[in-house]
């Protein structure tokens, strides 16, 4: 980042391509719509570009950056929540491009047996669900935990909250994905 | 207990807490549980496939960020318009031209006695020419002019 603060366009292309397939992701689990989460990515990198002169090191660079994403996607979650509350949870996977991909590869290379197919797709829909039912901090902290890795005291600078408001957040958070999932945490935690 | 479970399970806890709590869950069977149920979820949850940004996120983001306006310091601002850069210099010569100038009316420690030794003078002037009476007086009689002049036309 001090590279891209120096003017060095290039370091700029080298954090985008490091960067953008992690920030989208979360945004497209934070918001559950590609074009939406993709959206919001490029206005989080071209805040990162226009701020790159006054960019002062005191933080680490992915804190400051999914700090910008999550104040992003929170902001966007609770102006669309109205509109998605009438977005039925069974409409169809095919109107998700995240479905659509994953069918065609795991059809064609991955599982033959179409059943088998069937049954890691439901399961995959209720993980989905389930994430999606968390509340919006809640959401976001299990988030940046599980699929960023970040510490506890990189997700409270993210968060603007204390290490020990975050382990609550996040004891709440895996408390209610572990009562959501049950039936496969139960089939889980038997193997 | 139930705060250090996420930390249990993350091995982020110091050795001492670590060890407290390996000691606890041998005996609570409730908090075994937990633990178990917890790293259950944390597997169930790397189930969801990543997705990859669309072929047109790095074209879009590139036309993006050609489309910020530059951000110019003043050189560059300079440097881009000579005219300003030239009058700007002038400007600068002036000042500098003026202020020698101006440093060179300073007075020295010789005009500064002088200036002392006819302070009396100047406040009795000041005195005299604000001092109201004086006012009243009589202005100079003409005649004296004429008397001045009267020789002269003799002559």
Known sequence: ?191 | MESKILGYMDGRLKEGERLEMEKHLSTCAVCQLRVNEFRAVHVLLDELPMIEPSAAFDVRMQARVAAEPAKQNWWAWFASSPRVAFAASMLVVAMVWVGSQTADTTLNAGDIDKINQNMSVLENYDVISDFAPLSDLPQPVQAEDTSDTKPNQQM
């Open chain 1, 1 to 191: 980042m001090l590279d891209v603060k120096a003017g060095d366009e290039q370091s700029f292309a080298l954090l985008l391509h490091r960067y953008r397939t992690p920030l989208v992701n979360f945004l497209y689990r934070m918001v559950r719509n590609r074009e939406q989460a993709e959206d919001l990515a490029q206005e989080v990198f071209l805040r990162v570009y226009r701020a790159r002169e006054d960019y002062v090191p005191s933080a680490k660079f992915t804190t400051w950056l999914f700090r910008i994403a999550t104040n992003l996607a929170l902001n966007s979650v609770r102006d669309n929540r109205y509109q998605r509350m009438e977005i039925s949870l069974d409409a169809p996977v095919t109107a998700d491009a995240e479905d659509g991909e994953e069918k065609k590869l795991d059809v064609a290379e991955m599982h033959p047996n179409i059943e088998q197919h069937l049954v890691e797709e439901t399961r995959r829909k209720m993980i989905r669900r389930a994430i999606e039912k968390l509340p919006e901090k809640q959401r976001a902290a299990v988030l940046l935990h599980k699929y960023q890795e970040l510490d506890y005291g990189e997700i409270s600078k993210i968060l603007e909250c204390s290490e020990s408001a975050l382990k609550s957040l996040l004891f709440r958070a895996y408390e209610t994905l572990r009562v959501e999932l049950a039936p496969l945490v139960a089939q889980r935690a038997a193997q």
